[in-house]
């Protein structure tokens, strides 16, 4: 048996997820279907406000909705240090641990030849502009995952 359009259209954009496979989308699926229709439509709305409202900081590269981002403009951060991260999601968890109160620099992926990525592929040429503009920093610190990709773009840092 198929299922009715909307369904099948509903699983399959589920699907595009990293890591939802059909099982997991066809119960994904019939969860919203069986949604109070209010809280459908939130989450519809917010799926498209983060769409729309979100970019990139044009200094770090963090996920923002005002630019530059809330961590650049902390005037209580230490200026001095620079921590490099691969992804949104490693600043957002190293800043939570409330450990690292420098900035912070995103490069949006890792060096990776097989992949065909390469320095212009990654948010690398932003940070050498921003190192090159910015007196303020003494330490940069390239913490990339323990990965081939990740200590191949630490080894040739900076570019």
Known sequence: ?????PIAKLIDSYMKLPGVGEKTATRLAFYTIDMDKNDVHTFASSLVNAKEQLHYCSICGNI???DPCVICTDKSRDRSTILVVEQVKD???IDRMNE??????????????????????INIT??????Q???????????????????????????
């Open 133 to 159: 503009n910015n007196d303020e920093v003494n330490e940069v610190i390239v913490a990339t995952n323990a990965t081939p990709e990740g200590e191949a773009t630490a080894r040739t840092w900076p570019g």
């Open 64 to 66: 923002t909705d005002v």
């Open 100 to 121: 690292y109160h420098g900035l912070y620099h995103v490069l949006h992926g890792v060096l990776s030849p097989i992949e065909g990525l390469g320095p212009d592929d």
């Open 91 to 93: 600043v957002m968890s």
């Open 126 to 131: 932003s940070l050498i502009r921003r190192l």
């Open 1 to 5: 048996m198929q299922y009715p359009d």
